[in-house]
């Protein structure tokens, strides 16, 4: 077994849509400054104009599924490219409120469907010994977009743009987003799908291209495995053998977004304005939450296997709780709020190598087979629908109560996860998928 350029290759691309995820989601957070001034919007409005495009990543996680099987996943990511595209200018030409909220779901439907649509291609291609690391590059992507997203409101907040800043910081999306769409046209298909397209002689070229050792015998475990998934798709999930795994998915999205994870990511810098940062300095403690992000994905992905899921997801609930609560209090007494970025941004760190890390390996592990994409699509929802809601919410919360209020709802929350993971929470690693499926059936 060989990494091979053409795998190499199309993995890096199918991860360029990560990049483009992070990027797009969190790249709003150097504009509600502006956007409220220009577009004179009130609180509910701005928590509206964030969480409209989460609203597009739900609609686009539901629909990306069926469209990759239908037309085959590299197809659906070039809709997914041209989405982005399209979103990214838009946005910057923007001549209304209206017309930046449409743009800005349409970025949303492409960020939703590349989340779902990049992984499962590169598992598709990538052989059994590589796929572990080469989808979780996919993720390492999504949070580089995040770090890029900050540096690059910072680089175009020093070029003294004046009224026209949010026009740019949105629209500079559209140079990543051409390079995805160009490059995939440089990439195959999978060999899955083209075994559902009965293009038999083109999968096993692909498979020799992907550097299989036995590319016969992986097609027929490929068709045994569309045979099988075929007979799968009557299966409901909504069964009482299954309560704890569907507790379960729900509660980890759940808990993920109560934590005011995203919050704090598309409100950096009104949050640091609010510590008494000034206008540049704002953008620029932002670049170290991407890098705290960075750098606790990255230690939470070497220790996933080694410690644990359950105990992982226990030392991020009890650090992110100490995070949050001395940022409410901080707040709430209106002293030492200088302490306040460097607080967030071992938070962030504390997040990203626990719960940020768990949560999608959790999910995949937890339900059957017969179920387990009917059940990722759940925890999907309860994630990116409490997303929505967070983010629409979060500046509304601080007009009508403080600064401090959704800070105390955060750490609350936490603390109320801690529990629940302690009592509830099975740990699933060291355990193969069927010994699982036995022990979490009731």
């Not at 994870?261 to 949050?271: F, K, V, W």
Request: hydrophobic share 50%; aromatic share 12%.
């Amino acid at each position: 077994m060989r990494m091979t350029s053409s795998l190499f290759r199309s993995t890096a691309v199918g991860a360029l849509g990560g990049l483009l995820f992070g990027f797009d989601t969190v790249v709003i957070s150097g504009t509600t400054g502006q956007l409220t001034q220009v577009f004179h919007l009130t609180p509910q409005s701005l928590g509206l104009t964030v969480s409209i495009a989460l609203w597009g990543t739900v609609i686009g996680c539901i629909f990306a599924g069926p469209i990759g099987q239908r037309i085959g996943g590299r197809n659906a990511l070039r809709i997914m490219g041209a989405l982005y595209i399209l979103s990214a200018i838009g946005c910057a030409v923007a001549w209304s409120w209206p017309i930046l909220m449409i743009f800005r779901f349409i970025g949303g439907l492409g960020i939703g469907g590349s989340s779902v649509l990049g992984p499962v291609y590169i598992a598709e291609l990538a052989p059994a010994k590589w796929r572990g690391r080469l989808v979780g590059a996919f993720q390492v992507n999504v949070v580089l977009g995040i770090l890029f997203a900050y540096i690059s409101n910072w680089w175009i907040a020093r070029l003294g743009l004046g009224v026209t800043e949010w026009r740019w910081q949105l629209g500079i999306a559209v140079v990543p987003a051409l390079l995805f769409f160009i490059l995939l046209y440089t990439i195959p298909h999978s060999s899955r799908f083209l075994i559902t397209q009965n293009s038999v002689e083109d999968a096993l070229s692909v498979l020799r291209m992907m550097g299989s050792d036995d590319p016969q015998q992986e097609m027929a475990e490929i068709q045994a495995s569309l045979r099988s998934e075929h007979l799968q798709k009557s299966e409901p999930l909504f069964q009482k053998s299954l309560r704890l795994p569907i507790f379960l998915a729900i509660t980890i999205g759940l808990f993920n977004q109560f934590s005011g994870i995203n919050a704090i990511l598309y409100y950096a810098n009104d949050i640091f304005a609010a510590a008494g940062l000034s206008r540049l300095s704002t953008f620029s403690q932002s670049i170290y939450i991407g890098l705290a992000n960075l750098v606790g994905t990255t230690i939470g992905m070497a220790l996933i296997d080694k410690i644990g899921r359950k105990l992982l997801l226990l030392i991020g609930a009890a650090g992110t709780f100490c995070c949050l609560l001395s940022t409410a209090i901080i707040f709430n007494s209106g002293t030492n709020q200088g302490r306040v970025v460097w607080i967030l941004v071992t938070f962030i760190c504390l997040f990203s190598l626990s719960q940020g890390a768990v949560i999608w390996v959790y999910i995949s592990e937890i339900f059957p087979t017969r179920v387990r994409s009917k059940g990722q699509s759940l925890g999907g929802s309860a994630h990116w629908v409490s997303d929505a809601f967070i983010a629409a919410l979060f500046p509304v919360a601080v007009a009508q109560f403080s600064r401090s209020a959704p800070f105390y709802f955060f750490a609350a929350m936490t603390a109320l996860q801690f529990f629940v993971v302690l009592f509830i929470y099975p740990e699933t690693k060291g355990a193969t998928l069927e010994q699982l499926q036995a022990r979490l059936q009731g």
